[in-house]
């Protein structure tokens, strides 16, 4: 096997629980403000390391009274916001291990990670929550408590815990060791039931000691500004969770926006203003076409275009001199990207808030095209990889020296290597413990320390990683041809009308794709084309929207052979979402749940 390993630095050996961090902060730098809370008014309050220290304290005292003791497993099943930090550094500092569900889940997955962890209580947001998990309680009987936050459970539990002396948390929290598992995060099941990741609190520190001390100087290159981050991945995934104890740990602000959509995020960023962001693709896919859309109706769809293809050409040559394969932007090229920078490129920053210098993307693949962009715009862009398993983050691209289109080299005191049919295995501190309740598929993924990620990549000279698809996913058409689909449905999914693409094609005489058009980019395409009146059915009937996706079928393929490329594809009146179970909370598709719905559509793909 080919591998590649970054040395660890010289970091002291950690020690204790996650909830450590908070208090140490609280007594050197009281003062220190380390989140933000977002009122009902829009606007932020800053809430200080002693601040926060002792509402966890009192949280934490409250939890006692519940009930939840030493050991015991509790349900997070909230979106984004302020009270799951809280809750999550309460439940740490008593000992507890905290089980993240989306608030989105079915029923039947809240009854299935309820019962697996035999949780004791679970954390909801509203009313409709809690009947979801009280609609599975018969089939709980380790479950004793349900809290619900609009309905004020937190002070009422912090009343609860109202005379219990402080010092019986701290003798629970003293008492966690690194290897105590802090938190049971269940994976995306793209292929299957999800299984839960015994991630322990030595899991999650190294993983943001290496976040803090790999890229620490670039976070915090904000002319003098504390470092801050709006955190909307959802906490329920680990990427999120990392982000949250690198930030504590590492004396950066966070605040809380519990919506994505571009209503809610855009006032927050413009509002909190953060120095970085932690984003996944989709994201920053949504707030490149926004402004793209934005230029073209304001008629200056021309310029927009011209700014973007100056800042890829202009991060490109950055790149290759960094690398020491070109002398770097000519003359020429400077002087068009600065008549940008003065024009086009602030209002992209500004749409972010103004001052973000650092974006940080994982998740899954990051078209290499978009991030030279938004590096040639101003952001100081940092690709990674890694799985629920190795608690966020197992390789990213080092500290100012990105090769965009790889997900980087292995972080501080982690290997990666490739074995013979390209499966990437990963080692490191931050590698979990195993699975909950499953010795088998434990002892399969974990072997002398190596975990089989089920990713396939390939690793080039300078030791970064490229992701090129995923082992289950690999495509045999009845001609024999393998593939896998990735790399071809990322390139359908560039363009702009685009929101997801299918590829099928195993057992069948050739490659074929379901495809999803943008709600708001189709509008957009509509208006500007005459055709606004045309409703969803209609639109993708259209001839000339057909063409218009065929260019972008058409340039996919030009990237591959003959026999691999898409031959049809079928547009569909909506997008695969995740209440109709097609598409994980992290935005994965689960390729067989697709097929299966649209088995009718893939059939008329092939009927000809």
Request: proline share 5%; net charge negative; with cysteine.
């Amino acid at each position: 096997m080919r591998e590649f390993t970054t040395p660890a630095p010289a970091w002291p050996e950690a020690t204790g629980g996650l909830a450590d961090s908070l208090y140490d902060t609280a007594d050197r730098h009281p003062a220190l403000v380390q989140l933000s809370r977002l009122g009902p008014d829009g606007s932020w309050r800053d809430v200080t390391a002693r601040e926060f220290r002792d509402e966890v304290l009192a949280l934490a005292k409250g939890l006692l009274t519940q009930g939840v003791r030493y050991g015991d497993r509790v349900a997070l099943m909230a979106r984004t916001r302020y009270e799951w930090t809280l809750f999550d550094y309460a439940l740490w500092s008593i000992g507890a291990i905290t089980v993240p569900i989306y608030p989105t889940s079915a029923p039947d997955q809240v009854r299935w990670i309820l019962a697996e962890t035999q949780a004791v209580a679970c954390l909801v947001e509203d009313e409709d929550a809690a009947m979801t998990v009280g609609a599975v309680c018969d089939a709980l009987p380790d479950l004793t408590g349900i809290w619900q936050l609009d309905r004020d459970c937190v002070g009422a539990i912090v009343e609860d815990g109202v005379g219990v002396p402080d010092s019986l948390v701290h003798r629970q929290r003293l008492g966690v060791a690194p290897g105590n598992v802090a938190t049971v995060v269940y994976t995306s099941g793209t292929t299957g039931r999800p299984k839960g990741c015994l991630i322990t609190h030595a899991n999650l520190a190294a993983e943001a000691d290496a976040m803090l001390g790999g890229w620490g100087d670039v976070l915090r290159d904000t002319a003098g500004e504390q470092p801050s981050t709006l955190m909307f991945l959802p906490l329920a995934h680990v990427y999120g969770r990392a982000v949250q104890v690198a930030a504590m740990r590492g004396g950066l602000r966070i605040g809380h926006v519990p919506d994505v959509s571009a209503d809610v995020l855009m006032p927050a960023l413009a509002s909190f203003a953060p120095t970085f962001l932690n984003a996944v693709p989709y994201v920053l896919e949504k707030v490149f076409q926004r402004a793209r859309q934005a230029a073209e109706d304001a008629g200056r769809g021309e310029l927009f275009e011209q700014a973007r293809q100056v800042a890829v050409d202009w991060a490109e040559a950055r790149e290759r001199k960094t690398f020491g394969r070109g002398p770097g932007p000519g003359p020429a090229l400077r002087l068009r990207h600065l008549a940008y920078e003065r024009t086009v490129y602030p209002r992209l920053r500004a749409a972010l808030g103004g001052k973000v210098r650092t974006v940080m993307c994982g998740g899954s693949t990051l078209r290499r095209e978009l991030g030279l962009f938004l590096t040639g715009a101003g952001f100081q862009l940092y690709e990674g990889f890694g799985l629920t398993e190795t608690a966020a983050a197992i390789a990213a691209n080092p500290a100012r020296r990105q090769k965009l289109g790889t997900v980087g080299r292995p972080m501080p005191g982690c290997s990666v290597s490739l074995a013979d049919d390209g499966e990437v295995w990963v080692r490191g501190p931050m590698v979990f413990g195993g699975y909950l309740n499953h010795p088998r598929c434990t002892a399969e993924a974990l072997v002398d320390g190596w975990f089989a990620t089920g990713d396939l990549g390939r690793l080039d000279e300078d030791g970064y990683l490229t992701i090129t698809g995923r082992k289950k996913d690999l495509i045999v058409t009845s001609s024999g041809k393998n593939l896998a689909p990735a790399a071809l449905e990322e390139r359908v999914t560039a363009h702009p009308l685009v929101s997801q693409c299918l590829v099928v094609g195993d057992d069948r005489p050739y490659v074929a794709a379901l495809i999803t058009l943008d709600p708001s980019a189709l509008a957009h395409w509509l208006k500007t084309h005459g055709r606004e009146q045309l409703d969803t059915w209609t639109a993708i009937a259209d001839e000339q929207l057909h063409t218009e996706i065929q260019r972008a079928v058409g340039a996919a393929n030009a990237a591959v052979s003959r026999a691999e490329s898409i031959r049809a594809f079928r547009l569909l009146p909506q997008e695969f979402s995740v209440e109709q179970g097609m598409v994980t909370p992290s935005l994965k598709l689960r390729r067989s749940v697709i097929e299966q719905h649209h088995a009718a559509d893939i059939e008329e793909l092939y009927a000809s």
